[in-house]
Every structure is written in C-alpha cells, then in structure tokens.
C-alpha cells in the first residue's frame, strides 16, 4: 500500500467522522454482544444463525444463482433434508465432510446441511489437483465427500489414495435428473424427500465446535489446513453484516469470489445471513458480466478481492457505470491507487477493506471509510522490526522485541488471549511454528503473521507486503517451496528458487523462478517446461517469469539469495548474463525478455 504521509490520521479527520460514530453506537454494541459469545451452552454459528434468519425473513430471497432466486424458507428446509438424511447415513458431530463443489447454490446448501449436524466441512480448492488435492484430503481424514459433476475427473485421479467408502461419496449433478455415474450417489436426489424441520442437532453446536477446515498455502509447500470454529464464524459473520456494513432484509450482496475462501465464505456469505439479506453468486468472475449481473440481482453490496476491482477498471467505461445500487463493497487487496477511481466511477460509498489471516487471530476492519487502509483492530497487537533478509522478528540485547513508532512499518503480531484464541491448524508442529513467545515480557503469546504492516494513527493501519516464504497472485497466497518442489521433479532442472515479483499496476506479486538446469541452457525445452508446470500447479502458482542461472549464489549459511533476486526481479538489465524469460498471456512458451519486452510488460501492454 501507499507509503505516502497523507494516508495518516489526523484528529481532524477523526473529529469529521463523529457523527457517524454516534449514529452507529447502538449498533455497534449491539453487535460486540452478538459476535463475542462466550457462554458455553448458547448455541451459535453458521446452521443457527441461518435459521433465525429463516424466521426473520422467510420469504426473502436468501440464495440467487444465474436465472434462480431460492428463499429463505425453502433454502433452509432444503439444507434440513440434506442434514436429515446425512444424519441417517451416520454423519454425526465432529465428522469432517469434505466439499468439492464449484461456487452454486448446492455447495452452500450442502455447507449448511454438515454445520446443522455439527459436522466439519473441509473446503477444498477447486483448482486443485493430484498430489495437493489428495494431501489436501489425507490431512483432514474426510468421513465424506461431496463432489461436484464438474469435478468428478479431478477427484476420480486421486479416489483410490483417499479410501473414502463409495456409500458416502455424493454426487450433485449440473441439473436435476442427470445421471448419476457409477460409484456416486446423487445427494440431492437421496435427500429430497427428507423431513423439512431444522434438526435438533442446530441446537447443540457452540462456540468451541470446529465448522470449516479452510486451505491456507503452506510454507512446506502443501496446503495448511486452518480451522474455523462456530464462535469465530460467529464473530466474523456479525463483525461485518451487522457493525461494519450494517446488512438487512432489503440488502443484496453479489460475490464472485471462491467461496472455499473465508472471504467468500465467511465475510460475504455471513454477513449476508446476520441480515437476512440476499446472497448472489456466480460459478468464475467474469469482468464483462460483473455489472450486468449486479444489476440483474439488485446487488447493494460486494465482495471483491484487489484484483476484481482491478480488472473491472480494466473495462471500457460505460454510460451504466452508475446505473446500479451498489453503495457497499467489502474485501481485501485493494490498492491506493485504485481506491478512489474505483468509488468515483462506480458511485461507491463505503469501502470495507478487511484484513483478516484465516488461519490467525486477528481481524481489522475499515469500519469508518477511511481511504487507504484496513481499518483498525480492537484486539491486542503490535508491529515489531524484523530481519530484511528472512522475514524473522528480531530481538533486542535483552532479549524482547521491539515496536514500531506510528508512521513505521514492522512484521505484525496478534497477541494470543481469551478474547483472541489461536485455533490453529491440524498439525501441531505448524502451530509451533507461528506461535513466538516471551515477545515484550515472559509468558506472553503472540500469532506471527508473517505480514508487514504499517500503522497510520487511532489505531489505523495499512497492509504492506507479505514476507516469508509465500506470496500472493490472482487473490491466491502460492507457496514457493511448493513451486519449488514440483519443479525439481523436471528431469532437466537442478536447482530452483521461487519467490513473488511486482509487476506495475498489477495486485500482489506475479510467479519467477530462478533455475539451474541439469545439462544446459540448450536442453532445456520452453514449451514443454511451461506445459510441465502447467500439468503439476495450479494455474495460479505457473510461474510466469524464469531467470536461468549457470550457479546459484547462496548466503554464509547456505540460503539462497532471495532478496537480491526479488529486487532485480525480470530485469535483463539488471540479471547480468542470465538469461530471462517470460510466459505472456495467451502464449504457450516461455520467450526471452529484452529491454522492449520488458517496457510492454511494465507498461501495462499484456493483460494479467
């Protein structure tokens, strides 16, 4: 985000914001004392909540999807039957269902069916496949699996491994009727002639219960598995639909983004149901149909991701730019020089932009429309100096960390308490790993977040860059040891180094690895690597930039130089006499990049 000194908060501008504060206090404390639950025996999350909004607003519309518009009442009865009818087939509390269902109103009937019985639903990335889907499945020990017809070849290449028994491998077909392959049952078939009352397993699911396994890229290289508890949902869910973007029965919230994602799933689609308001969706983004379905829908809201707002900015502009009734949007990414453009020719009002780790403790929101920032956090945390070149929190002769003044940037850390509990991943050793302690005094926790942060005043602050090992491109974080890994099984590839590089006006950081063939240059085939990568990643995690080098240059202790390549990034000029190369849309070859080439790719001339 920007460095610049004017996205500082002054008191002016926070004496500005006064009277909106008042209006919005009632509401404000409202909802604390919704989002924090913290008696045990009062019931919460995902299915409960669905159904007081069920009761709220039955004949709203709570589901929309292409020409279909399903209510409140009957999308909660349907969820009912599936429930029913799970719960007969033996999926009791605490079974993981596994989900891999592309965005459309079946995966989150299906969601909400599993959160009703107090099942875990683990929501598998639908780009997945092979050796990350199968470890993805491996991990969670799946009781279930939901799949979707349009991801039956994916997971047929990994079913054997999963051992998951073929009487609870579901099936939900494209359209009702179709048939049903071998080996499968159709879910929504079995269970449509279920009982339609809310089960009373609703009732019984608390704040403590796990609700979602939610993917994150791990710095091994395979997918972490972070899990969601119904309290956090909880608090996600009113935090934004009732205190940030005040959502209810009048409002519609269109939202393109993976809902395997917590955004997606837990920011956009919770906020919808503490209002008991519409929830649009569309199978993949599309920037050309983004309006024209807003428009369709009735949107009020958004959800987005920096990139959507990028590519929609990309559009030719048009007479109808205004002609909608979007005057909320909520996600995360969006970048300083966007942010105005995007509220002027779109007639936004309010940007809330949220940082939020799935995995982690803390959350911050731009509850009071500032420009430029992420808002501000009413946990504990602190931002701290840490080591340029690895990422690591560095501490003092004395041992502690240090915090950074106002106007600095630092590593972000979450402190781990009562109010803040780190639920953590499934692996132990994963926890150990973000988990730092003795930070500012003995036997005090902290979550690393791996993030760098700066603060802006009144406890404001903007999102800078991730550090570490993982980066982010196309709204997805891509794990370099993963890119690493699976590049190295490339019988002509000796060595790699991955990591994220800028390109201008882009969001995040695009793919580039350093490699250092086998053999020679010569043998190596561009083409065919690039087809290679393509069969082994997700298309996302392609690196789109390679840098080829005779040998590689590491540090005293053997690591490999990654700052240094960071910063001369695909430049030929500044890779001395290593060769680079870039993949560029549309293309099916990695090609040399040279001074021209390099200007078109910073100028803006290919689309990425």
Not at 223 to 229: E, R, T, V
Request: proline fraction near 5%; glycine fraction near 10%.
């Amino acid at each position: 985000m920007s460095h610049l000194q004017n996205d500082l908060i002054t008191w002016s501008m926070m004496l500005r914001k006064v009277p909106a504060i008042v209006r919005a206090l009632p509401r404000v404390v409202r909802g604390m004392r919704a989002a924090n639950v913290t008696d045990p025996r009062q019931p919460c999350g995902l299915g409960w909540h669905f159904e007081q909004a069920a009761v709220r607003n039955p004949d709203g519309d709570a589901l929309l999807y292409a020409d279909s518009a399903i209510s409140y009442r009957d999308a909660n009865q349907h969820a009912n039957r599936i429930a029913h009818y799970l719960q007969a087939q033996g999926i009791r509390k605490g079974d993981v269902v596994a989900l891999f269902i592309e965005n459309r109103p079946e995966l989150l009937l299906s969601v909400l069916a599993v959160a009703k019985l107090g099942g875990i639903c683990a929501m598998l990335n639908t780009s997945q496949t092979l050796a990350p889907l199968e470890h993805s499945l491996t991990l969670v020990s799946p009781a279930a699996i939901v799949v979707g017809a349009e991801l039956l070849s994916a997971y047929a290449a990994v079913r054997d491994q999963i051992g998951i028994p073929a009487e609870r491998t579901w099936f939900v077909a494209e359209q009702p009727g179709s048939a049903t392959p071998a080996g499968y049952i159709d879910l929504m078939a079995a269970s449509a002639d279920g009982p339609v009352d809310n089960p009373a397993s609703s009732a019984q699911v608390f704040f403590n219960d796990p609700c979602f396994y939610i993917y994150t890229s791990g710095t091994t290289g395979l997918p972490k598995a972070g899990i969601m508890k119904h309290g956090r949902w909880t608090k996600t869910a009113v935090s934004f639909g009732s205190i940030a973007l005040d959502m209810g029965p009048q409002d519609v919230l269109y939202c393109t983004l993976p809902l395997y994602h917590a955004t997606g799933l837990c920011v956009c689609w919770g906020s919808a149901i503490i209002g008991a308001s519409g929830f649009a969706i569309r199978r993949k983004f599309s920037a050309s149909q983004f309006w024209d379905d807003a428009r369709r829908f009735n949107a009020t809201t958004l959800g987005y991701v920096g990139e959507l707002c990028r590519y929609l900015l990309d559009q030719p502009p048009s007479e109808q730019d205004r002609d909608n009734r979007v005057t909320k949007m909520v996600g995360n990414g969006l970048r300083p020089g966007v942010w105005a453009t995007f509220k002027q020719r779109y007639g936004v009002e309010h940007i809330c932009e949220l940082y939020a780790a799935s995995d982690g403790n803390i959350g911050f929101t731009n509850v009071l429309n500032f420009d430029n920032t992420i808002g501000f956090c009413l946990q504990h945390w602190a931002l701290v100096d840490y080591a340029h070149d690895t990422g690591e929190p560095l501490r003092g002769s004395d041992g502690f960390m240090h915090r950074v003044a106002t106007g600095g940037q630092g590593l972000l850390l979450a402190r781990i308490d009562e109010k803040s509990p780190f639920d953590g991943y499934t692996d132990p050793a994963k926890n150990r790993k973000v988990v730092l302690t003795d930070v500012f005094k003995k036997g005090d926790r902290y979550f690393n977040t791996g993030d760098l942060v700066r603060s802006i005043g009144f406890g404001h602050a903007q999102f800078v860059d991730r550090l570490g090992d993982t980066y982010r491109w196309k709204g997805e974080n891509v794990s370099t040891t993963e890119v690493e890994n699976v590049l190295l099984q490339h019988p002509q590839i000796a060595e790699v180094v991955a990591y994220g590089v800028e390109i201008e006006n882009t969001n995040g950081r695009a793919g580039m690895v350093a490699i250092t063939p086998s053999e020679s240059l010569a043998a190596l085939d561009m083409r065919e690597l690039l087809q290679f990568a393509h069969g082994q990643l997700p298309h996302y995690a392609v690196p789109l930039f390679l840098r080829i080098k005779v040998k590689m240059e590491t540090t005293g202790t053997f690591k490999y130089q990654k700052v240094k390549l960071r910063e001369e990034a695909f430049d030929p000029g500044k890779a001395g006499n290593d060769p680079v190369y870039a993949w560029l849309p549309g293309t099916d070859s990695y090609v040399p990049v040279t001074g021209q080439l390099l200007v078109q790719i910073q100028g803006g001339h290919f689309r990425y």
